[in-house]
């Protein structure tokens, strides 16, 4: 068994979404296509300090105690607390919290999060968190849950984290090659529920091109907008988001971006991820976007606070 693991944290995208209906408990059933986005949080997990490899005296940390464990936890970003409101931190409890009582248990967790993705961005860097945490959790209490029962574990921790523990078991198969069900995971998915009912399918690719504007949006907002609207037919159709237009409408700058961007880049689609205000333009050719990607980036059209990515999304990296 590993004594440490570290895994690349990716985010996701939705290549569509659709809100059907507010439920009784507030959360709100979904129709969205979702797919792997090629940036990443790093994710290093350790039953011992020295097995990390890193020096977590450098960074914020919090030592506290998970349904019995020590855990030690870092983040090299110090505008989230590191309390039990972080997702990393809740990925870890929902596993330690499932384990039964004569289960395998380690005595101490050390655990580190390198950020490297924004945040409340509308791509799930933070459910990519709480889905890294509990793969590697899991991995190093040796495996006691299948993938799908680590996705349901995972639906109460955040409506996006049964998606991005597929995808990110999926995308890190050499590191969780002993996790059962692994075989039938994908980058790639048909989701519905509030996020519970995760379809893997097969991946579209795309050159990918990441804009973001500097700001952050509130998800629950977003949701809450909607809810004043009535009558809408239901879209099922891609490069649909029902969110857009409620964020560009609210968010100037996610709107200035969303202009900017299809005024200046020769992608094929330019769409909101999610709850925004991350912007995502789509190329069928990755070399028409790594073209673009070379002039986008340091164009006078660029404002200072937006930042730019070239990736890729709907392929299979092995990063291992
Ligand atoms: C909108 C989407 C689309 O993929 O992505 P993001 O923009 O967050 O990336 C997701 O549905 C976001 O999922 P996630 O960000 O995990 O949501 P959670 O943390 O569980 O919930 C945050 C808040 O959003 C609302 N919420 C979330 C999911 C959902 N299906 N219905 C909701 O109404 C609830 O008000 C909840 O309090
Ligand atoms: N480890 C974490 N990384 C990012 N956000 C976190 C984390 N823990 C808690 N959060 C909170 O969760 C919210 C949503 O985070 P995030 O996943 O980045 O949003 P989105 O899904 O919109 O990209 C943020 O407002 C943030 O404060």
Redesign the pocket.
């Known amino acids: 068994m590993n004594s440490s693991i570290t895994m690349n944290a990716y985010a996701?995208i939705?290549l569509s979404?659709e809100?059907l209906r507010?439920?009784p408990d507030?959360?709100?059933?979904?129709l969205?296509f979702?797919q792997d986005l090629g940036l990443h949080d790093v994710v290093t997990m350790g039953l011992t300090e020295e097995s990390l490899g890193i020096c977590m005296q450098k960074f914020p940390s919090n030592n506290c105690f998970i349904q019995g464990v020590r855990v030690k936890f870092c983040m090299n970003y110090s505008a989230i607390s590191l309390g039990s409101d972080n997702?990393a931190y809740r990925g870890v409890e929902a596993v330690l919290k499932a384990l039964p009582e004569d289960g395998k248990r380690p005595e101490e967790l050390y655990l580190f999060v390198d950020k490297k993705l924004p945040v409340?961005?509308?791509?799930?860097g933070?459910?990519g968190n709480a889905a890294g945490c509990m793969l590697a959790t899991n991995a190093l209490c040796g495996n006691p849950f299948s993938l799908r029962e680590l996705m349901v574990l995972g639906a109460s921790?955040?409506?996006?984290?049964p998606?991005s523990l597929m995808m990110n078991a999926r995308k890190n198969r050499t590191v969780f090659s002993e996790l059962p069900g692994i075989e039938e995971a994908s980058v790639a998915a048909e989701?519905e529920?509030?996020?519970e009912i995760v379809r893997p399918t097969e991946p579209k690719p795309y050159g990918v091109i990441l804009m973001n504007p500097g700001i952050g949006?509130?998800?629950?907002e977003?949701?809450?907008a909607l809810d004043a609207q009535s009558g809408r037919s239901v879209e099922e159709k891609l490069f649909f988001n029902r969110?857009e237009e409620y964020t560009l409408k609210q968010y100037p700058e996610a709107k200035a971006l969303k202009d900017a961007m299809e005024a200046n880049l020769r992608a094929d689609r330019v769409l909101m991820?999610?709850?925004?205000p991350t912007m995502v333009a789509y190329y069928n050719s990755m070399a028409q976007a790594e073209s673009d990607y070379r002039m986008a980036k340091d164009a006078p059209w660029i404002r200072d606070n937006w930042k730019v990515w070239y990736t890729e999304s709907g392929e299979m990296y092995d990063e291992h």
């Open positions: 996701k939705n979404l809100v507010r439920r507030g959360y709100h059933d979904i969205s979702m997702l409340a961005a509308g791509i799930a933070g459910s921790v955040g409506a996006d984290v998606f989701i529920g509030i996020g949006v509130s998800t629950r977003v949701y809450e969110m991820s999610g709850s925004g």
